[in-house]
């Protein structure tokens, strides 16, 4: 099962920030958090990943909060192209396989 | 560099006949990893492979499904017998060897099975 937790879905006004929780209160001290997204029924796509530092990319940053119970994937300014489900996971460092929860369906509206 | 590559995109079979999926992982990656998705659900970790060796076949079905990375050529995912429950989308990712401060997985364009 996964062990995080995301709201259902959530929308966004075109150009506005893009702001996504994620609860992961029995995270371990060796696993990571990873974004993962699906834009409409294409294959996953990696955002980000982080240990315990903010992180930033090209496509977004992430904010995991001091006791790592938690984390917001931030997609600065979000486009139409953004609305899609966003899987937010946590896993140990090395080749393990991705547990998927129910993601947030992030709409993005004009 | 080409990334997953997985065919056929779609895949038609009656109930009761073989379906085969394949799977070439990115240039340079030997860890493959098979997901399903059926109608309106998240994904689900199926197995788990490396060259020649099944490392976590944890997800899979124990009848009628399996799964091959041989030394050369695709990975496979065979479903034997289909039914319609086996109706999905199936995904392939792929990840380099170990060694990196970690592991992101590159996901294939999925193959979606209809069975009949």
């Known amino acids: 099962d996964a062990k995080t937790t995301q709201p259902p879905s959530m929308d966004c006004a075109e150009g506005r920030a893009a702001n996504l929780p994620c609860n992961h209160s029995t995270i371990s001290g060796n696993e990571y958090v990873y974004w993962y997204r699906q834009i409409h029924s294409q294959g996953p796509q990696y955002i980000i990943h982080g240990l315990k530092n903010n992180e930033t990319n090209e496509m977004a940053s992430l904010i995991i909060t001091e006791d790592r119970k938690s984390s917001t994937l931030i997609l600065p300014h979000a486009t139409l192209r953004d609305t899609a489900v966003y899987y937010c996971i946590v896993r140990v460092d090395g080749n393990t396989p991705l547990v998927f929860g129910k993601g947030t369906r992030l709409s993005v509206i004009a | 560099n080409a990334g997953v590559m997985q065919n056929p995109r779609h895949l038609v079979r009656r109930r009761g006949q073989e379906a085969r999926l394949r799977c070439s992982p990115m240039k340079g990656h030997s860890h493959v990893y098979w997901y399903r998705q059926l109608p309106e659900e998240g994904l689900k970790f199926m197995v788990y492979?490396?060259?020649?060796?099944?490392?976590?076949e944890s997800g899979m079905p124990k009848e009628r499904f399996s799964a091959e990375f041989p030394k050369e050529g695709p990975s496979i995912l065979r479903i034997q017998q289909v039914v319609r429950g086996d109706s999905a989308a199936y995904f392939c990712?792929?990840?380099?060897?170990?060694?990196?401060?970690?592991?992101?997985?590159?996901f294939g364009p999925g193959t979606r099975l209809t069975v009949l």
């Open positions: 492979l490396q060259k020649e060796n099944i490392i976590d």
């Open positions: 990712a792929s990840s380099p060897p170990s060694g990196g401060s970690y592991n992101e997985q590159f």
